[in-house]
């Protein structure tokens, strides 16, 4: 049994809130450099050149690389052989929140109560995903969420008989109806099966993969790269003023379901999809 404080816990949140409002992801950063060399539109190619100055302003002078700086995504995976000391771990992760936010100087995008609507003023609470998992680590992904592109997300309760196609169409009519909404270029994040709320939760794990890896099981790395081909053939384009540049990448996470179901989640997120991971 190894003991960790959760006062690390929060001392590690804060500055993963900080890090992922202010600088992209490796991986990000390379698909999007990959996009500045194959976008076949000229405007797109300058859209493509004003997103990557605005990054390297923000690195620079320290400021958000966006101004919708969020609501923070937890994910924390916890090892059954750790054993947590000094105080509650939502507590710790909620005060991590409010330290990276109030610190870095980061807007606070939560309001208490959905239909009051009053700010919380430090951005809590997270949005927290624990999972008990193997060993004596903690693992923690901070994945602050805009809502440009998270409001252009959907679930659809398939029939068994839809397959394979009915995946494809459901991506495809969650990416259209986003159209320049979702801040193009995005990351679609999918998660197809499990029940209503488990494709919801993997369809947002999804968007936390490496952008421009792929999936170990055959049939869904084919589904990644034919639904990045074919979003990208929409010609909404970086900005959503055209261009061959819709997706940098389709990340699709499954799982088991019931026989009479095929839930798909489609949780789309905008061309900073940011994401930091640690391990404590
Ligand atoms: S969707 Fe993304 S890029 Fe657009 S405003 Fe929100 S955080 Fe910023």
């Given at each position: ?5 959760v ?32 976008e ?50 939502e ?30 003023k ?20 901070v ?71 792929h ?26 003023l ?39």
């Open positions: 049994m190894r003991t960790v404080q006062s690390e816990i929060t001392e590690n949140i804060k500055e993963m809130c900080i890090e992922a409002n202010h600088y992209l992801s490796e991986d990000m950063e390379a698909v999007m450099n990959r996009a500045a060399k194959t076949a539109a000229p405007l797109g190619r300058q859209i493509l050149a004003q997103l990557r100055e605005n990054l390297e302003i923000a690195a620079k002078d320290m400021i958000p690389i966006c101004q919708d700086t969020g609501m923070a995504v937890v994910f924390l995976e916890i090892g059954q052989d750790v054993h947590l000391e000094g105080g509650l771990l507590d710790a992760v909620n005060e991590g929140v409010c330290q990276g936010y109030t610190e870095g100087y980061l807007r606070k995008s939560v309001v208490g109560d959905p239909i009051l609507r009053e700010n919380t430090d951005n809590t609470p997270a949005v927290i995903h624990t999972r008990i998992v193997a060993g004596d680590k903690v693992k923690i992904k994945a602050p969420k805009g809502f440009g592109s998270e409001n252009m997300s959907r679930v659809f309760m398939l029939k068994p008989a839809d397959g394979l196609e009915g995946v494809k169409n459901a991506i495809l009519t969650a990416v259209k109806d986003a159209g320049p909404n979702a801040c193009p270029p995005m990351v679609v994040g999918v998660g197809v099966g499990g029940t209503f709320e488990k494709c919801a939760l993997m369809a947002k794990e999804a968007l936390t993969r490496d952008a421009g890896s999936s170990s099981i055959p049939w869904v790395k084919e589904l990644e790269e034919e639904m990045l081909e074919k979003i990208n053939c929409l010609g909404i384009g970086p900005g959503g055209g261009g061959s540049t819709t997706a940098f990448a389709v990340n699709v996470n499954t799982y088991p379901t019931h026989i009479a179901g095929l839930p798909v989640a489609v949780n789309i997120c905008c061309h900073v999809n940011r994401h930091v991971v640690r391990e404590i």
